[in-house]
């Protein structure tokens, strides 16, 4: 039914990803997305209803106290729900729902293994720390994915801010350094970026000099991540989720409970640094700005 190629599925990947996703997830879902892109008639909503169906199953094995065989259901869950987008962007068939539907699907999964598997811990320890734990679990997820587009928000705002403010056509570092080619050094990136301000006119803006100040080591870092498809943000939603749901479950009951404490701990932590930065991003941009400009940018 089709005729694309695995390098076809290769090149409509996401630039950067979550390094679970890199690289424990995307070699079995390209190939899969590929036999499914090729064989069959299947949409990306198609999979995003299969990968909400497993994903509940997952929820019964976990409330069964079936943790192994919940694990793996989750992981081929995430699997599939990591097909859809492929699909969508190779044959060019998403639509405006698939995004709806594939955002409450994921924290519909999330919500009901983690009451499944606290109910089930609870049940046979009576111990009321895996309720307690469980409940975390949900308000760390809702709270990362909310926190997200919150960031993006400041992030597009702090932008218009500069832009205004330049009267003149920007760059902004941060975007060079996304878009450089896999590999480039820091200074590389630097280089070009102040050779195509000077050629074009534009003005060189870095909304995030404050933090490479404070962390001058996070350049490098950053780039060989990107260098390897990795974005920076090591420890996001899609960790938190395969430590709580997939790691600590095939560890065991007592496991379940440390795996999730300290991913959850972590995911703070990541989450913090990105609201840190953005802060950062705001007192730079702010100092440029005169002060009765503000409100009328900012609200």
């Not at 395969?242 to 007592?254: H, K, M, N, T, Y």
Request: charged residues 20%.
């Amino acid at each position: 039914m089709g005729s694309f190629t695995l390098d076809d599925v290769l090149a409509v990947r996401k630039r950067r990803d979550s390094w679970w996703t890199v690289f424990l997830v995307d070699p079995i879902a390209c190939r899969l997305a590929l036999l499914v892109a090729n064989h069959t008639s299947i949409t990306p909503n198609g999979l995003t209803r299969l990968s909400m169906v497993l994903g509940l199953t997952s929820a019964v094995c976990f409330a069964q106290e079936l943790l192994i065989a919940g694990a793996v259901l989750f992981f081929v869950s995430f699997t599939v729900d990591c097909m859809d987008g492929k699909i969508a962007r190779l044959k060019g068939t998403g639509t405006p729902f698939g995004l709806w539907l594939d955002y409450v699907g994921d924290r519909l999964r999330v919500l009901c293994c983690a009451f499944g598997i606290a109910s089930a811990l609870y049940a046979r320890t009576g111990d009321v720390v895996y309720i307690v734990a469980g409940a975390g679990v949900v308000v760390l997820d809702l709270f990362r994915y909310i926190n997200g587009p919150q960031l993006k928000r400041v992030r597009d705002t702090t932008r218009a801010v500069a832009r205004e403010n330049s009267g003149a056509e920007c760059v902004f570092m941060d975007e060079l350094l996304g878009a450089s080619a896999p590999g480039s050094s820091t200074e590389e990136v630097r280089r070009e970026f102040e050779r195509a301000g000077d050629e074009e006119g534009r003005e060189l803006v870095d909304l995030q000099r404050g933090f490479r100040a404070q962390f001058p080591w996070y350049d490098r870092v950053r780039m060989f991540l990107v260098a390897h498809r990795v974005r920076s943000h090591l420890i996001s939603g899609i960790e938190f989720h395969a430590a709580v749901f997939v790691v600590g479950p095939l560890l065991g009951a007592v496991a379940w409970l440390w795996t999730s404490a300290v991913s959850g701990a972590l995911l703070l932590a990541f989450e913090s640094v990105l609201v840190y930065r953005a802060w950062l991003a705001t007192r730079e941009v702010a100092r440029a700005v005169p002060v009765n400009e503000r409100e009328k940018v900012l609200v």
